[in-house]
């Protein structure tokens, strides 16, 4: 019955956008504005190369638990969730300051933006997910999806993903903000600018969004015990929320976030080894970010 709800309720959340959890990352992290087309294929784009595969982060060692506990309320309502995402996104910050600051870039926590209908931001319109914005640092994150979900079943395990989805959505768009903290993000926009094709640039996206979730997965990891990712919730995280989440949750769409194997290679690699090189998802061979 628990794997019952939790696979209707991915289902429910695949077919139904306007009632759907939000997908970590759906929203991209949304354009940064026009890169500098001036320079394509120059010394520029071999920084940006640089930059992505190669950043001071990944040399930074594993992540220590900052002893982050999930806050004890439902995410019925609007206060509520609210509640719960500033204290992770509190603890993401505590988690990523001193990693930012190692990889000697100048640390500063995003902003959060809670919304629901349709939000206009210097990124992007009409979005219908959680998403991050670099050009204003800031986390927009929709919360009545997560309202909806929670709602949906009072079955443990419903809430059980509810509660983890919201957590490593919180961990992953905080991921895009550590990539643009560290120029990455940039980097990587760049990139994707430079690039030859549109097969070459979503394979881009795919490594921008893939590591986003190994870094999700690193704070989850590092903080597993505190936090309490045991039990029925440690089940529903990793078979549900790392296994299930990829691109063929979204039939006809882009393949611009990665396959589900792929998704679940590397937030597995993030929740063992806690540590940032795990994550360098833009020196992985192409079969490794489909």
């Known amino acids: 019955m628990a ?8 289902a429910l959340r695949e077919s139904d956008s306007s009632a759907a959890a939000p997908e970590p990352g759906a929203g991209r992290a949304a354009p940064l504005g026009t890169p500098d ?18 950043d001071a982060l990944y040399a930074t060692g594993p992540q220590k638990t900052v002893g982050c506990q999930e806050p004890p309320v439902p995410l019925s309502k609007q206060a509520n969730v609210k509640l719960y995402y500033s204290n992770v996104v509190a603890c993401l910050s505590k988690a990523w300051a001193p990693k930012v600051q190692a990889a000697k870039d100048t640390f500063a926590a995003p902003r959060l933006v809670f919304w629901t209908g349709v939000t206009q931001t210097p990124c992007a319109a009409g979005s219908t997910v959680s998403f991050y914005c670099g050009t204003s640092e800031t986390l ?6 997560d309202i909806k979900l929670w709602s949906r079943s009072p079955d443990a395990a419903n ?15 905080y991921a895009h903000h550590v990539q643009q903290l560290t120029g990455i993000l940039t980097a ?3 990139l994707q600018y430079d690039a030859p094709d549109q097969d070459a640039r979503l394979e881009l996206s795919r490594r921008l969004e893939l590591q986003a979730s190994c870094l999700s997965a690193v704070f989850a990891g590092a ?27 979204f039939r006809g769409g882009p393949r611009d976030h990665g396959a589900r194997a792929s998704h679940q290679y590397w937030t597995g690699r993030g929740f063992t080894t806690l540590d940032s090189v795990s994550c360098n998802t833009f020196t992985a061979t192409a ?4």
């Open 37 to 54: 087309d001036s320079t394509a294929g120059t010394p520029q784009s071999q920084a940006a190369t640089r930059t992505v595969t190669a």
């Open 140 to 145: 927009y994150l929709k919360y009545t999806d």
């Open 3 to 10: 794997v019952l709800v939790v696979t209707v309720a991915l």
């Open 188 to 190: 990587a926009r760049q």
């Open 287 to 290: 079969g490794k970010v489909s």
């Open 223 to 249: 903080n597993q015990s505190s936090y309490g990712i045991t039990g029925l919730d440690l089940t529903i995280y990793q078979k549900y929320v790392q296994g299930q989440t990829g691109d063929e949750n």
């Open 159 to 173: 809430r059980a993903f509810t509660r983890m989805w919201a957590t490593y959505t919180a961990g992953h768009e």
